[in-house]
Nanobody, 116 residues
Framework: QVQLVESGGGLVQAGGSLRLSCAVS?????????MAWYRQAPGKQRELVAS???????NYADSVKGRFTISRDNAKNTVYLQMNSLKPEDTAVYYC?????????WGQGTLVTVSS
């Protein structure tokens, strides 16, 4: 049973940085087809922020390109989202997702608040 635990959220001023972590248990991340970060702002739908898939590489939402970076650490079985030059519109709950051929697992989310 794959489980995901996000951490690293918090309050940061505009222009600042945060690094989110997604610790994966129950399966090695190198055996998971794709790992992704999504976010959901108040009153809005959940949206894809970044993904890393062995088949197609990395992909980013236009709104975060050049500011956010997704990465994997196979040794730590952890996926990261480095967020730089944060903007108030980046405020949201950020979720980690693991996608495999036979399953899709979400974490519980971590709140990121960017003040202006």
């Amino acid at each position: 049973q794959v489980q995901l635990v996000e951490s690293g959220g918090g309050l940061v001023q505009a222009g600042g940085s945060l690094r989110l972590s997604c610790a994966v248990s129950g399966r090695r991340i190198y055996s998971i087809n794709a790992m992704a970060w999504y976010r959901q702002a108040p009153g809005k739908q959940r949206e894809l922020v970044a993904s890393a898939a062995y088949a197609v590489g990395t992909n980013y939402a236009d709104s975060v390109k050049g500011r956010f970076t997704i990465s994997r650490d196979n040794a730590k079985n952890t996926v990261y989202l480095q967020m730089n030059s944060l903007k108030p519109e980046d405020t949201a709950v950020y979720y980690c997702k693991a996608e495999s051929a036979d399953s899709e697992v979400w974490g519980q989310g971590t709140l990121v608040t960017v003040s202006s």
